[in-house]
């Protein structure tokens, strides 16, 4: 039962995706620096949901604060967003150290024909990563569709690896905090 669980988990609950303090994550502290993201990413194990694709164009400014710019689609939907971040920076890329940031993203879906958006979503994050790349983030997502609003809290971890020094790959799985409990709970671990 418990091996079934656990897979149920991560079929069920995980999303691969990235989070957006991406270009951040890779500059070193006192230095700036543009990064272009691509994100490809789809709920595990569901038939009905869309693939999203995004494109994010981030500058990291040499004090810490990090402004993004996103677009793509999910399914008939746009996607057009910003997002901004703060890190708090260990001293040195060679000096064992741990590094945060929090952020602020915003998004709009809409439909092609509709002046109006369909659906808003803003997120608010906390995260920490290491100077080897790795992350962990705690955030919550608000999302509004029509007149219903719904908030949710997720985990994010994952890593990026790096290819030289200026360009990189994130993998990263999101996980809702809300079936992750369910799942718990379920579990009696006698």
Same mark, same amino acid.
């Given at each position: /039962?418990?091996?079934?669980?656990?897979?149920?988990?991560?079929?069920?609950?995980?999303?691969?995706?990235? $989070?957006?303090?991406? !270009?951040?994550?890779?500059?070193?502290?006192?230095?700036?620096?543009?990064?272009?993201?691509?994100?490809?990413? /789809?709920?595990?194990? $569901?038939?009905? $949901?869309?693939? !999203?694709?995004?494109?994010?164009?981030?500058?990291?400014?040499?004090?810490?604060?990090?402004?993004?710019?996103? %677009?793509?689609?999910?399914?008939?939907?746009?996607? %057009?967003?910003?997002?901004?971040?703060?890190?708090?920076?260990?001293?040195?890329?060679?000096?064992?150290?741990?590094?945060?940031?929090?952020?602020? %993203?915003?998004?709009?879906?809409?439909?092609?024909?509709?002046?109006?958006?369909?659906?808003?979503? !803003?997120?608010?994050?906390?995260?920490?990563?290491?100077?080897?790349?790795?992350?962990?983030?705690?955030?919550?997502?608000?999302?509004?569709?029509?007149?219903?609003?719904?908030? !949710?809290?997720?985990?994010?971890?994952?890593?990026?690896?790096?290819?030289?020094?200026?360009?990189?790959?994130?993998?990263?799985?999101?996980?809702?905090?809300?079936?992750?409990? %369910?799942?718990?709970?379920?579990?009696?671990?006698?």
């Amino acid at each position: /039962r418990r091996n079934r669980m656990k897979n149920m988990m991560l079929i069920i609950s995980i999303m691969i995706g990235y $989070c957006f303090a991406n !270009t951040g994550i890779l500059v070193d502290k006192g230095y700036s620096a543009f990064g272009i993201w691509a994100n490809v990413s /789809r709920t595990i194990d $569901c038939d009905e $949901c869309e693939e !999203t694709k995004e494109v994010s164009l981030d500058y990291m400014t040499k004090v810490g604060l990090e402004i993004g710019l996103n %677009a793509g689609q999910v399914g008939d939907l746009d996607i %057009a967003g910003a997002h901004l971040s703060y890190h708090f920076k260990s001293n040195s890329l060679y000096q064992k150290g741990t590094n945060f940031y929090i952020g602020y %993203a915003m998004k709009e879906f809409s439909l092609k024909d509709q002046d109006e958006p369909y659906a808003e979503k !803003t997120t608010l994050s906390l995260g920490v990563y290491s100077n080897k790349k790795s992350y962990f983030e705690i955030s919550q997502e608000s999302s509004s569709i029509d007149f219903m609003d719904f908030e !949710t809290e997720f985990v994010k971890f994952g890593g990026i690896i790096r290819f030289g020094q200026k360009a990189g790959f994130n993998i990263g799985y999101k996980i809702d905090v809300d079936v992750l409990d %369910a799942m718990f709970e379920e579990e009696d671990f006698e």
